[in-house]
């Protein structure tokens, strides 16, 4: 195969995938590039400009330095921002029905399990709450700053967790509100790498208060 049938073939295989996502801003008349565009979920980890050797070291290491512990407490934070960037979505019934589902879906898997709460609401019914509300609402997590470093559980002797907490604050249609604490927690979770299935550390909020 030559280079030039190649790039073809990825062309096309590229136009191809963005064709649902290329009809929401005309469908709805809104620039969905004005949208800040979530990070990948813990789902479909993100390893893009990771080495093998990096991969290995870090996301499948046995122990954690503090470095790579610092590296996934910025993480984190992203974490965070994807979360309510997703809501905003989600709220929005101007964007495409499958486009809102998907992101119901990827912000549920930002949460540790199932009993994850997010003002007082298990998160799974909080994300699905939004998904009906009338007009569509804008968030935006602000002033982020790490309330308190990641630590291994103190219950955990294996040292395969750790807890930290995020202090911020959300803009709701341009209202700021008063201070919020997110629970961070760090742990090692299987995911599939094509047919593979390893385990990874991995980032997800434990709750919102």
């Known amino acids: 195969m030559t280079i030039k049938h190649f790039n073809m073939k990825s062309l096309l ?3 191809a995938f963005l064709i649902p ?21 813990n789902t479909n980890l993100d390893l893009s400009g990771y080495s093998a050797m990096e991969m290995r070291t870090t996301f499948m290491a046995s122990s954690l330095s503090q470095q790579q512990i610092n ?12 979360f309510y960037n997703y809501l905003s979505i989600i709220s929005n019934p101007k964007f495409n029905k499958r486009l809102r589902e998907n992101s119901k879906n990827q912000a549920k898997q930002l949460f540790y399990g199932t009993d994850c709460k997010v003002d007082g609401k298990l998160a799974t019914t909080y ?14 997590a602000t002033d982020i700053i790490v309330k308190k470093d990641m630590s291994p559980d103190v219950s955990d002797t294996s ?4 807890h930290g907490e995020l202090s911020f604050k959300v803009v709701v249609n341009s209202i700021e509100s008063g201070t919020k604490v997110a629970q961070i927690i ?8 094509g047919e593979t299935k390893r385990e990874v550390w991995s980032v997800f909020i434990c709750s919102i208060e």
Do not use: H
């Not at 996502?21 to 979920?41: D, E, R, W």
């Not at 590296?71 to 994807?82: A, P, V, Y």
């Not at 994300?127 to 935006?140: H, R």
């Open 186 to 193: 760090l742990s090692k979770s299987e995911k599939m790498f």
């Open 21 to 41: 996502f290329l009809g929401i801003g005309q469908n709805v008349g809104i620039n969905t590039q004005s949208m800040p565009a979530p990070a990948a979920s």
């Open 13 to 15: 295989i590229i136009i």
């Open 71 to 82: 590296t996934f407490q910025e993480r984190s934070i992203q974490k965070l921002k994807d």
């Open 159 to 162: 040292a395969g967790m750790y």
């Open 127 to 140: 994300i699905d709450s939004c998904f009906s509300l009338a007009g569509g609402v804008e968030w935006k």
